[in-house]
């Protein structure tokens, strides 16, 4: 159906009109040995999850809900690098099918025009020393009209339609995503994430900027001075120190 160029990535596609949340769906699927590669696909999530206890808007038909299994033999602490090589597929897929420029927030927010179009929410199933399953999900906006997107959303989101100036096939994002996705884990299982790191890099527009994280104990600002090898965040403040963000919210503040 999608014209899938992977080998084990999407080969078990569990597709649903209708879910609360294709992460939750997901979850339990990892529970009853689904193998790795297993894709779950809703048309519409009724609850939809985002990062930090936030809901994700998730209307019928006009955007990509999924969650994907992987289960790399590898310690928890791991699991932060695969929602950065997730976001490296992901701009790549969106670039091959759109031609639009897509830059990266960190963690996991994808922007083009400084607009959010994709999210990403990688959870675990882990004991102290290894991953049972890692699930990604990935919420990306695709054919939704400005006018679409409910009222506190409109200034900040945006969807592939609108900034390509044309309907959008879903399928082929999906089949490139996973195309790309395939490709960096095989090489992250081989390489390190050392060569996932630098393409991160050069399309994240947070590194070398003045910003404000805002984590769960309060805001920082500073210069985020770059990602460390377990993709966290590294910012300096204004009287030199080095913080590590693991969790926040990001603004990049004006030049
Ligand atoms: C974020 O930016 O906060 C992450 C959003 C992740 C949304 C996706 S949509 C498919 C999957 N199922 C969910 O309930 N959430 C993720």
Known sequence: LL??????????????DAVESTQKIAHKLAQEHAPEGTLVIAEEQTAGRGRMARSWHSPKGSGIWMSLLLRPELPPQKAPQFTLLTAVALVQAIED???????IKWPNDLLINNRKVTGILTELQADSEQIHSLIIGIGMNVNQKQEDFP????????????EKGSEVSRAAIVQRTMYHLEKYYHLYMEKGFAPIKLLWESYAISIGRHITARTFNGSISGIASGITEEGVLLLEDDQGAVHSIYSADIEINPK
């Open 3 to 16: 014209g899938l160029q992977t080998t084990s990535l999407g080969r078990s596609i569990h597709h649903y």
């Open 97 to 103: 099918i759109c031609d639009v420029q897509v830059e």
């Open 151 to 162: 009222k506190e959303l409109v200034d900040i989101a945006t969807s592939l339609a609108i």
